[in-house]
Nanobody, 123 residues
Framework: QVELVESGGGLVQAGGSLRLSCTAS????????MGWFRQAPGKEREFVAN???????HYADSVKGRFTISRDNVKNTVSLQMNNMKPEDTAVYYC?????????????????WGQGTTVTVSS
């Protein structure tokens, strides 16, 4: 069982930056693929980025070059640094953990989820 707690959401102007953090419980954090997803009002939850147990990272095309995912296997944390933000980045952002293997991008491949943190980008 993995418990995830996100922090760091808020309001930012277009072009600005935010950093989200997620802290995980459990002793096997380093074996999980950690992902960030987001869900905008009226839309389905979508993949943003992931970091697998080999520390390989993958990004959705919409955030590539602007967002960076990183993990600390000692502190059991995964972060999402978001730069040059756009109004279309507005969403609830979720941290998720998967033991299904590397580069998982579908929500159903992640058994464990945080409660979500809201990010609003004003134009």
């Amino acid at each position: 069982q993995v418990e995830l707690v996100e922090s760091g959401g808020g309001l930012v102007q277009a072009g600005g930056s935010l950093r989200l953090s997620c802290t995980a419980s459990g002793h096997t954090f380093m074996t999980y693929t950690m992902g960030w997803f987001r869900q905008a009002p009226g839309k389905e939850r979508e993949f943003v980025a992931n970091s697998d147990r080999s520390d390989l990272t993958h990004y959705a095309d919409s955030v590539k070059g602007r967002f960076t995912i990183s993990r600390d296997n000692v502190k059991n944390t995964v972060s999402l640094q978001m730069n040059n933000m756009k109004p279309e980045d507005t969403a609830v952002y979720y941290c998720a953990a998967s033991n299904w293997g590397a580069d998982r991008r579908l929500p159903e491949q992640y058994p464990y989820w945080g409660q979500g943190t809201t990010v609003t980008v004003s134009s």
